[in-house]
């Protein structure tokens, strides 16, 4: 399998220069890197069907249901392709994002209500994804460089040991957060929670990751939620029918199948 990581240069220069060495060993930044790579970009491409539960402070559930294509192309590069099943107002609504190392990654939407193809704006990065607690870029991935990282300490999740990484901004990055506390499990690198603190250091989101399993041989994320804090709101993620390695071309990640979705994939 080849190397694929989600991140810019200097991650990808850290990768190059060092040795594997053991886990108690891993500086934070290369920490951050191994749990991009193990939970945005595991395998070679992915196809999975996932259900999405938003749920407001009353309890009141709005589902979004969708399928996610994954291609994972040379070291950085990632193309995604989203299809919404369900409900009836964003049934055939589809998502296409390429990312790229060290730059900002292309995003388009397409909206069957209007017909209209719509590009989005690298500055909504940070928004909600469709009405969801998550970012556009919680689904692709911030770029690790964006950010000074730094092990506090090492904790416990659920039984699992796991690194504490604190995450800054640098100087010029942009970011609604003024820094997010990462739980790197030791034995899978997945984040089993994560914390999104605001410019006044309260806290602001919470991610977890409810339940995680083998597929394919890798460890993967199959329900998680992001809890909104200050709203009281909570997004629900359940991933099914998790597919690695299927052969998945690029040529399905082209502009023209936002219209026109290619159907062997996204039944």
């Not at 810019?8 to 920490?31: D, K, N, W, Y």
């Not at 069957?112 to 994804?129: E, N, T």
Request: glycine share 6%; proline share 4%; hydrophobic share 40%.
């Amino acid at each position: 399998m080849n190397t694929k990581i989600t991140t810019a240069a200097g991650g990808l220069a850290l990768l190059a220069t060092m040795s594997v060495v053991t886990s108690a060993q891993e500086p934070p930044t290369q920490i951050m890197v191994r749990s991009q790579e193990a939970f945005l970009a595991a395998g070679n491409d992915m196809v999975a069907r996932i259900t999405m539960k938003l749920i407001n402070k009353a309890g009141k559930e709005r589902l979004r249901d969708l399928t996610m294509l994954r291609r994972d192309l040379e070291i950085g590069n990632q193309k995604y392709f989203m299809y919404f099943h369900q409900p009836a107002d964003v049934r055939a609504m589809t998502f296409m994002v390429w990312k790229y190392p060290g730059r900002d990654d292309d995003r388009w939407v397409f909206v069957p209500a209007i017909k209209l193809v719509r590009r989005i704006a690298a500055d909504d990065s940070r928004s909600s994804f469709v009405g969801s607690d998550f970012t556009y870029d919680d689904i692709s991935g911030r770029d690790i460089e964006l950010d000074r990282h730094t092990l506090l300490k090492e904790e416990a999740v659920g039984g699992t040991p796991c690194y504490v990484i604190e995450s800054v901004p640098t100087s010029g990055s942009a970011s609604e957060y003024g820094r997010k506390l990462s739980w790197i499990a030791k034995d899978s690198w997945l984040p089993l929670k994560e914390e999104y603190y605001d410019r006044r250091a309260q806290l602001a989101r919470v991610f977890t990751a409810d339940e995680v399993q083998t597929i394919g041989g890798h460890p993967t994320v199959m329900r998680r939620t992001m809890r909104d804090v200050k709203r009281a709101h909570r997004t629900e993620v359940a991933f099914e029918s998790v597919r690695y390695d299927v052969g998945l071309t690029e040529a399905l990640f082209a502009e023209r199948y936002l219209r026109e979705p290619p159907a062997e994939w996204i039944r």
